[in-house]
């Protein structure tokens, strides 16, 4: 931005222009937007958009000796009624984009500008329009680089939430698991003596009436003794 403002106050002055403005495409709106501007004389800056428009709508440069009395622009009011005589309007462009336009105008002198101060104002419109494609390219860029970077930072919270549910989840499993196997442990133990018990009835039942007979028949030998 000081770039072109201090560009435009060196084209005025070079020129020996009364006014200057640098006017660029806004991206969103399409329309011609004033930037910067630069005058030389007491009182406001005053510009044609017409005249402006014109340039960037067919893309070439326009010098007039007196705007007034130039049919080219004799349906413009602001022509008119701003009594505009010399201007000499550039486009600010790239191989690729026509960006806007550089415009100089002198109320008071017919005839100011000539083609060297043409050919001079449309070197700077090219340079100009490369530093504002740069600076349009770095804007972009630098947004670009903040989206990508919001994104990464999202995704490494998610991915810091889905890491921490996973280990919840593998605590939990982990829990699940070891009591499975002492509750698995606790019913082979159960098993073991249930099969156990079972083993050691089983002889006492076969056992146990012959127990009783041997007992009998050794109380009936000892009374016959």
């Known amino acids: 931005a000081i770039k072109l403002q201090a560009a435009l106050e060196q084209v005025v002055e070079h020129v020996k222009g009364e006014f200057g403005y640098i006017l660029l495409v806004d991206e969103k709106t399409k329309r011609l937007v004033p930037l910067y501007s630069c005058t030389q004389v007491p009182g406001k800056a005053t510009i044609s958009k ?19 009395s130039d049919v080219r622009f004799s349906s413009s009011e602001s022509v008119s009624n701003l009594r505009i005589h010399s201007a000499l309007v550039v486009p600010i462009w790239t191989e690729e984009l026509l960006l806007g ?13 000539d083609k060297r101060h043409l050919a001079y104002t449309s070197a ?3 340079q100009m329009g490369m530093a504002v494609a740069r600076d349009a390219n770095l804007r972009k860029n630098m947004a670009l680089v903040k989206y990508l970077s919001s994104i990464r930072r999202s995704l490494e919270q998610k991915l810091q939430e889905q890491s ?25 133990v159960a098993e073991i003596f249930a099969n156990l018990g079972y083993q050691i009835d089983k002889p006492l039942t076969i056992l146990m009436p012959r127990l009783r007979f041997i007992a009998k028949y050794t109380e009936t030998l000892e009374r016959i003794c």
């Open 164 to 188: 921490a549910s996973v280990k919840g989840c593998l605590s939990r499993q982990e829990q699940m698991l070891q009591q499975l196997m002492q509750s698995a442990s606790l019913r082979s």
């Open 50 to 68: 017409s005249l402006a428009e014109r340039v960037v709508k067919e893309g070439i440069a326009v010098l007039t000796d007196d705007a007034m």
């Open 124 to 126: 700077v419109g090219k």
């Open 101 to 113: 336009a550089l415009y100089v105008s002198h109320h008071h002198k017919v005839a100011w500008f």
